[in-house]
């Protein structure tokens, strides 16, 4: 089994923000394989199914993105797996938009989100994929720039980055974290 966590803030005052595309790309994912993301567990949205052939969960954590470590804990201790086993889909600025990264292990990068989960797992060795949301401009606050909306133009090559992410997250299961990281880490943004 894998939990697939998207991390991202809720309410609908963050919906579609730069913070938000692990949400995205989980909502992707459910429409893709066919299940429903909304019963609340584990401090999360959650929704179970199979893909390549492996059960999966997909979870939405609603406790904010600087306390996601508190609902992937709730999550690995109720489903008994191992870190390994958790993917995390989540935003870095230091990437261009759309450009993806896999990663099985690393610190947190200064994001708060990985930087708790780490904390609550007790340990940075395990996969995710970051989904790049453009540098921060000088003049804006991180907090405002990770929380703004893609320009229109940004939002087309993150809608296929989101597609790409869950392409990713397939090959992960279905191939492996090898044949994932050099199929997609190779690639270069689309822009």
């Given at each position: 089994m894998y939990i697939i966590v998207g991390l991202g803030n809720p309410t609908k005052e963050y919906d579609k923000t730069r913070h938000n595309v692990g949400f995205s790309v989980i909502d992707v994912l459910a429409d893709r394989i066919g299940i429903d993301v909304s019963e609340k567990k584990h401090r999360a949205l959650c929704g179970k199914g199979m893909l390549e052939g492996q059960k999966?969960?997909?979870a939405?954590?609603?406790?904010?993105?600087?306390?996601?470590?508190?609902?992937?804990?709730?999550?690995v201790d109720f489903y008994k797996v191992s870190p390994d086993e958790v993917i995390i889909v989540y935003d870095d600025i230091s990437l261009e938009p759309g450009q993806l990264r896999i990663r099985t292990k690393g610190s947190a990068g200064g994001h708060n989100g990985i930087k708790n989960i780490i904390a609550h797992l007790g340990t940075q060795e395990f996969p995710r994929i970051k989904v790049g949301v453009g540098e921060k401009p000088k003049y804006m606050d991180l907090a405002d720039y990770v929380l703004s909306r893609f320009s229109?133009?940004?939002?087309?090559l993150m809608d296929d980055a989101f597609?790409?992410?869950?392409?990713?997250?397939a090959m992960m299961i279905s191939e492996g974290m090898d044949a994932a990281m050099n199929h997609f880490n190779a690639k270069k943004t689309r822009g």
């Open positions: 999966v969960i997909l939405k954590p609603q406790t904010f993105m600087n306390l996601s470590g508190e609902s992937v804990r709730a999550m229109k133009g940004e939002q087309e597609r790409e992410a869950a392409d990713a997250v």
